[in-house]
């Protein structure tokens, strides 16, 4: 933090991408997301400005950080479900087991889907970061059906199974009395079986 006591100029050796990432969501938790600056968030961080647009292309960048390796474990874990397994079964499997986090993440995860989901700016941004996410989806659903992931009924798998997740994130961060998993496991359960249980 030194920089911005003015103590000494240039970035701290400690000083990372998450570390950054940190402050700002700390930032975006005092003041929220619109009044936060990415001036305010540098000298936070005791780094310039030039350093933060080094680490992020933007301030709502920030929020997405870690999205690309997530959907990196999401394709690496379609690659090694058990194929024997139903279609939806296997999609189910692999989503809910790649959003296991940890207890001492989950206070970090809900403000992150808060902003994602309040902020109009953020929300309006969402389709496009969730992309690649749901071509995964698709991409698994094409292979197991030879099909292409751009085929109808892979298109539509992928876009669907996004739905319900986000249902149930959304869900997930307004009620909050039960771990993430339990929600993805109940809204893909219901998508697979085409919505026709009755509620509990």
Known sequence: MTEARGERAGR????S??????????LFGEQGFEDTTVEQIAERAGVSSRTFFRYFDSKASVLWHQFDQEVATLRSAFDAVDDELPLMEAIRV?????????AQDVAELRARMHLIGSVPALAASAASRYEPWEEAVSEYAGRR????????????????????????FDRWVAVGDADLTVYLDAALRALATGFVDEPH
Do not use: K
Not at 94 to 102: A, D, F, K, L, P
């Open 94 to 102: 692999v989503v809910v087991g790649v959003n296991r986090y940890r």
């Open 145 to 168: 059906r030879g099909e292409s992931a751009d085929a109808l009924v892979p298109l539509a798998i992928g876009r669907t199974t996004l739905a319900a997740c986000r249902a149930a």
């Open 12 to 15: 701290p050796p400690s000083t």
């Open 17 to 26: 991408a998450r570390a950054v990432e940190l402050i700002a969501l700390e």
